[in-house]
């Protein structure tokens, strides 16, 4: 199990320019995410993954969300120390950067 905790990201897009909050929880052997955006004007939906696996240090995943119903969210993160980079690819939205987030807990 990799990257578990919260970690402090900068999104910059169309559609927020702020701070971004993801923690990543291990269930039971279930993983779960949940993005908090601080300072945004509206509630972040759910957000469900699936389909995970690992390759290394990268967290892979199919995401879904009540926003998006039958719609997939391509996730991928590689953690490398108390930092984490990635994506998440959103249907209608594009691709979101995670660059040099930082864990906080």
Excluded: Q
């Excluded at 995410?33 to 389909?51: H, R, T, V, W």
């Amino acid at each position: 199990m990799i990257g578990l905790g919260k970690y402090k990201a900068k999104i910059n897009n169309m559609f927020f320019k702020g701070d971004a909050i993801f923690e990543l929880e291990n269930e039971d052997g279930k993983y779960e995410m949940e993005i908090e955006l601080i300072g945004a004007d509206f509630d972040m939906p759910d957000f469900k993954l699936s389909d995970v696996s690992e390759d290394g240090s990268t967290l892979l995943a199919k995401a879904t969300t009540s926003l998006l119903p039958g719609k997939e969210i391509d996730v991928e993160l590689t953690f490398e120390d108390d930092k984490c980079n990635g994506f998440l690819k959103i249907p209608f939205i594009g691709k979101i950067k995670i660059k040099d987030a930082e864990k906080i807990a």
